[in-house]
């Protein structure tokens, strides 16, 4: 199973802080991304375009003033190297898929072709199949990935909306070599693309399955061999109550399941999650903590927290004045189901104190200046391959290799991207038409 994930960051400023005292674990966890983790095809042309700007105001320095120029911050532009690790994931992926189904591959396209007389053997070559919304408008991004893989590691691309797969596409089974296990059925779409990987851009929003036919889509894809990114383990990360349990329960969540035991790695992760607080009252053992008393909190204190529901990708967050009237006001008397909903499916989150600086944006053909109003997010990318397996007995940190016992075939970071927006906006992204595309400055 492959994971193409986005750890989205901001750095938390304390009110005591000095100048100078910034530290590694003021950067938390905004939130985990799993499908809605975009624009790792568009960040490296980002660097590129803020790196012509830099060259272009070296050239005209020699015309501006003294107090100009020191206010001028100079630094190196790093580049992302997301453009080109996602998609050498995607190949790792397909090749695993190959090394993986090599006893029967050769079996099933002889038997596809004796049952489809119409197709070639040569023609059933692996594709990475990309699933996408319906009228997707962030195509740029995907392109720009899907090209490198194909220019970078040859492998083919296809993208279809769910529609387009549940009319399409054929599970086929095969029978097992002798000797071999049986192995879930190839997927054929269309009677020609043989899907090694099946990578979702869609399908983490309950908008993604408006039918019957879209939840059947999704069904025989994960019924087939092909390469799930992600899968629905890896998928599970993205959820805010997984989140939640990264800190308030590191000893079984972070350092029993994630990191093998290792008490010392737990804590360095735990420090960079921000306090979150469940909301359903039978999580809490006696004694334990109290939700009630937490939300009463965020009526009194809403630019201190959040509320967050089970849902990836931005423009889900209830904050201020909002957040307020859905605590307050929703009551189990009068409104029980929303009561319900919100302690069951909602969590709190303590807001992050972030820094706000003057900044310029392009927006919609616009330069905006924006004085004191402008916060970024830093999200890294990370790309994990694996068989699912896990063994509780591996040393946590010790690089995991195929065909080693930790059953990982390729762990590794894959860039970054920067979002910038105003700070007065508390939620909203890049295709919301609020946030804009950034890259980070390295500055001594």
């Not at 206010?71 to 898929?97: C, F, H, K, Y």
């Not at 489809?116 to 023609?123: A, E, I, R, S, Y």
């Not at 003057?358 to 068989?387: K, M, P």
């Not at 920067?418 to 390295?442: F, I, T, W």
């Amino acid at each position: 199973m492959l994971g193409i994930l986005r750890t989205d960051y901001m750095r938390a400023v304390p009110a005591a802080a000095q100048p100078g005292a910034e530290t590694a674990e003021q950067w938390k966890n905004v939130e985990v991304n799993t499908i809605s983790c975009s624009f790792a095809g568009l960040s490296p042309l980002v660097g590129d375009f803020h790196q012509y700007l830099q060259q272009h105001q070296r050239l005209v320095t020699q015309t501006r003033s003294a107090d100009e120029l020191s206010r001028t911050i100079t630094g190196n532009i790093e580049r992302s190297t997301s453009g080109v690790d996602v998609p050498a994931a995607l190949a790792a992926a397909v090749a695993a898929w190959r090394a993986q189904l090599a006893a029967h591959y050769g079996r099933f396209c002889e038997d596809y072709s004796r049952a489809h007389p119409g197709v070639n053997p040569t023609q059933l070559q692996p594709v990475v199949l990309v699933v996408v919304q319906e009228n997707e408008r962030n195509t740029g991004d995907q392109y720009k990935l899907l090209f490198e893989l194909l220019r970078a590691h040859d492998i083919r691309s296809i993208r279809r909306t769910h529609a387009q797969v549940h009319d399409a596409l054929e599970l086929v089974d095969v029978a097992a070599a002798p000797g071999a296990d049986r192995v879930p059925p190839f997927a054929v779409l269309e009677g020609q693309y043989l899907c090694a990987v099946v990578y979702y851009r869609s399908a983490y929003v309950p908008e993604d399955y408006p039918t019957e036919a879209t939840w059947r889509a999704r069904l025989l894809l994960e019924r087939s061999n092909a390469v799930k990114c992600p899968s629905v383990p890896y998928h599970l990360l993205t959820f805010k109550k997984i989140q939640q349990l990264l800190f308030s329960d590191p000893e079984r969540v972070l350092r029993d399941l994630g990191l093998g035991g290792d008490a010392a790695a737990a804590a360095l992760v735990q420090q960079h999650f921000m306090p979150q607080y469940s909301l359903n009252r039978h999580e809490y053992a006696a004694g334990a903590g109290d939700p009630e008393a937490y939300i009463q909190q965020a009526i009194a204190a809403p630019d201190d927290y959040v509320l967050k529901p089970q849902l990836e990708g931005g423009g889900n967050l209830i904050a201020g004045a909002e957040m307020v009237a859905l605590l307050a006001q929703t009551t189990e008397t009068d409104h029980p189901a929303l009561y319900h909903k919100i302690r069951q499916e909602y969590i709190l989150m303590r807001r992050i104190n972030f820094p706000v600086v003057t900044g310029v944006v392009f927006r919609h053909g616009e330069i905006h200046v924006l004085q004191q109003n402008l916060c970024s997010e830093l999200g890294v990318y990370g790309t994990i391959l694996s068989d699912g397996r896990y063994d509780a007995s591996h040393n946590a940190g010790q690089q995991q290799e195929q065909g080693g016992s930790h059953h990982h075939y390729h762990n590794a970071v894959a860039g970054y991207i920067v979002r910038s927006k105003p700070a007065d906006v508390a939620d909203g992204g890049v295709m919301a038409g609020v946030a804009c595309l950034d890259c980070a400055l390295l500055v001594d």
